[in-house]
């Protein structure tokens, strides 16, 4: 039993039109649902992918105006990190941030990766790297992106993680999730200790989480341009059981599993306080759209339904053009 690597990300926004814009218009992503939180249905859930929005590709924002700012600090999620086939793609997000304002920090190389490091337009953190092959299989290009098929984001390549304490963090990703300690490397951002590299699956781009000891830090808080958590990807329901034992026998509190509809769910908050989620790789979400028509309209999982008018009602205007 061994997880396939990272499912998706899910972060925060305060301005859904204005996400949807920046990720399919300025990054090129499609958005392969847009949906509500299921657990407060006063919120958009939107979910952006590759083509055929598969897992390991997406990106998914809860729509959270009131949530106030994202205070960074140990126990959160400090960065994602979205795959770009190659250095020669590299070299064209720098040129297209420049045309479009996109606040970057240039081309660098951290541990023998290429990576450039930008900012959303509500500040969150995220990393372009050069993916040379290897690791988890790269997502589909979509034909309506505006960004060249040989240039698109191709997936997630990793997360970065900030804890006070690294042991009990390298401690759960290994002994209960089964990661292996694959390298570390000097960053910036934590020049004295380092950032240690945890993969899992065949390693590499789609599979790795980056940690980062900082116990000189606050303890962070999310909010608008901050990470809410991260999930990670298992094949079918039956591994998805034997997860949920291997996590409880290691002592952490896991929930049931939840029918996203899309997927199914398991969450638990390791050691550092982070939030992690275990989903499937399936049902998907051509469960309930036609997949060349995806994310065009305000779908609901049968269950919220019933609520469509009142739901709806809730919602402020979200258009994408």
Request: net charge negative; proline share 7%.
């Amino acid at each position: 039993m061994q997880l396939g690597g990272l499912h998706h990300v899910t972060a925060v926004t305060g301005n859904a039109a204005g996400n949807v814009a920046f990720y399919t218009q300025v990054l090129g992503m499609r958005l392969v649902k847009k949906t509500v939180n299921q657990d407060d249905v006063s919120a958009y859930h939107l979910f952006y992918a590759d083509g055929e929005g598969n897992a390991g590709t997406e990106v998914t924002f809860f729509d959270w105006p009131n949530a106030g700012p994202n205070v960074p600090g140990s126990g959160s999620i400090a960065a994602i990190g979205l795959r770009v086939p190659g250095r020669e793609a590299l070299d064209w997000w720098q040129q297209r941030f420049d045309e479009h304002d996109v606040a970057h920090d240039g081309i660098v190389e951290l541990g023998g990766q290429e990576m450039l490091h930008f900012t959303d337009p509500e500040g969150q953190q995220l990393v372009l790297a050069a993916d040379d092959g290897g690791g988890m299989g790269p997502g589909v290009p979509w034909d309506n992106s505006p960004v060249p098929p040989e240039r698109q984001i191709r997936g997630l390549h990793h997360v970065r993680l900030i804890v006070e304490e690294l042991a009990p963090t390298a401690l759960t990703l290994t002994e209960v999730l089964g990661f292996r300690q694959a390298r570390e490397y000097t960053s910036p951002e934590n020049s004295s200790q380092g950032t240690v590299v945890f993969e899992t699956g065949p390693g590499g781009p789609g599979t790795e989480v980056h940690v980062d000891e900082r116990p000189e830090l606050q303890i962070g808080r999310v909010g608008i341009g901050g990470v809410h958590h991260i999930a990670f990807r298992t094949p079918t329901d039956e591994e998805h059981r034997q997860w949920r034992e291997q996590v409880a026998r290691a002592g952490l509190g896991i929930t049931q599993v939840i029918d996203r509809y899309y997927f199914r769910s398991l969450y638990f908050r390791e050691p550092g306080h982070i939030l992690y989620e275990i989903a499937t790789d399936g049902p998907g979400f051509a469960v309930d759209e036609d997949a060349d028509h995806l994310g065009e309209n305000l779908v609901l999982p049968p269950f919220l339904e019933p609520r469509r008018d009142e739901i709806e009602a809730g919602l402020r205007p979200l258009t994408t053009t």
